[in-house]
């Protein structure tokens, strides 16, 4: 479930705790857990609903200032069933921390590299620690660019970039992105 940038800003203040989405299978499911930039979101509820049903409140809560502006945002993908989300922040992104923790012992630079080693055994190819040597040449490098340099397709290059942003090596950028603190001491001393 994605959001926009102005909705995450208004969950990470607490104003937004909805949201509705038209999808043919739902992609969160109540008691689960969702990362977002504003930090993890615990699902309460998950309803279908009709569009008759959500009210002017509803939206707000949702953060948009009117109905008709939630409408013309789920008009967008027409195709499937509509779903009413509530939910709660219940924390920061436990990433965050873990990259600032740049204070890595010996155990925890092996178990990194043990991680890297399954990573590339896993995909029956080296890249994990040449990824992080490029993402470390230049912050702002793009997933285009360095799925190129490694000769893999950019999309799934993506995804195992997040592999490593779940470890706590890299960070993701506007556009591209760089290593993180951790990162940058975990590639300092191999």
Known sequence: MLFRK???????KGGVTLAFRRWTKPTVKAGGSLRTAAGILSIDAIETTDDEDISAEDARRAGFPTREALFAELDGRSEGTLYRITFHRSGDDPRLALRD????????RAAIAARLARFDET????????TLRLIA???GITAAEIAERVGM???????RIRKLK???LTESLTVGYRLSPRGRSFLGQI
């Open 6 to 12: 102005a909705i995450l800003d208004q969950i990470a």
């Open 101 to 108: 923790d740049a204070a890595l012992g010996k155990a925890d």
């Open 123 to 130: 995909a029956g190819q080296i890249w994990a620690e040449p």
């Open 137 to 139: 040449s230049r912050d």
């Open 153 to 159: 397709d950019k999309f799934k290059l993506k995804a």
């Open 166 to 168: 779940e470890l706590g």
